[in-house]
């Protein structure tokens, strides 16, 4: 979560997976509202829903305190953890779950990253259904409470932090690799 407060905004990209979309529902001085959609084409609802827990496999380790995906968990259970382990005795409940809904739905409860240290709330859902053969996920994210600064301002950070994580799920899923394909450099 260390580059999310370098980070710029960038919204909407193309997804090996399929077409993502993402919008900054709304925003102003006390929270925002994210959500994206990712279609899983020929993936089904219960094979999204694994790779949710399966989260180390997927989650860009740029976007973790300890700079290691592997030591993220996600417990996909009421009161689980989303968790990563630093040391020994030194980890990071990033959030909750406070709803679980196998195969449909996930919701998530915590301040991630740098919006820890504040008094803000956050609740993450990661909803999964049936579309077109496949899946489409929608991830949404609000956050309320005070910061440093008005949290519209954080809104379009934590947009493209998210955003680049459920496309990282999307191409997971599909293609067995969270990174996005290398692009052939022009021919002259």
């Not at 979560?1 to 710029?8: D, E, F, N, P, V």
């Not at 976007?63 to 009421?78: C, F, I, K, M, Q």
């Not at 009161?79 to 990071?92: D, N, P």
Request: glycine letters at 10%; hydrophobic letters at 45%.
């Amino acid at each position: 979560m260390r580059a999310c407060l370098i980070a710029t905004a960038v919204l909407g990209a193309w997804s090996v997976a399929g077409a993502a979309r993402a919008e900054i529902v709304s925003a102003g001085p006390n929270g925002f509202n994210l959500r994206h959609i990712a279609e899983a084409p020929n993936v089904a609802p219960p094979v999204i829903w694994a790779a949710l827990a399966d989260i180390a496999k997927w989650w860009d380790p740029e976007h973790t305190y300890s700079g290691d995906a592997r030591n993220l968990s996600l417990e996909p259970y009421v009161r689980g953890c989303f968790c990563e382990k630093l040391s020994l005795y030194a980890g990071i409940e990033h959030g909750t779950v406070v709803y679980a809904q196998p195969a449909k739905t996930l919701r998530v409860h915590g301040a991630l990253g740098p919006l820890q240290e504040f008094g803000v709330n956050g609740v993450m859902t990661w909803q999964i259904e049936s579309a077109a053969g496949g899946s489409r996920i929608t991830f949404t994210y609000n956050v309320g409470g005070f910061a440093d600064r008005p949290l519209a301002d954080w809104a379009p950070i934590v947009d493209e932090v998210l955003g680049g994580q459920l496309q990282r799920l999307a191409r997971y899923v599909t293609n067995g690799n969270p990174e996005a394909p290398k692009q052939e450099p022009p021919k002259q």
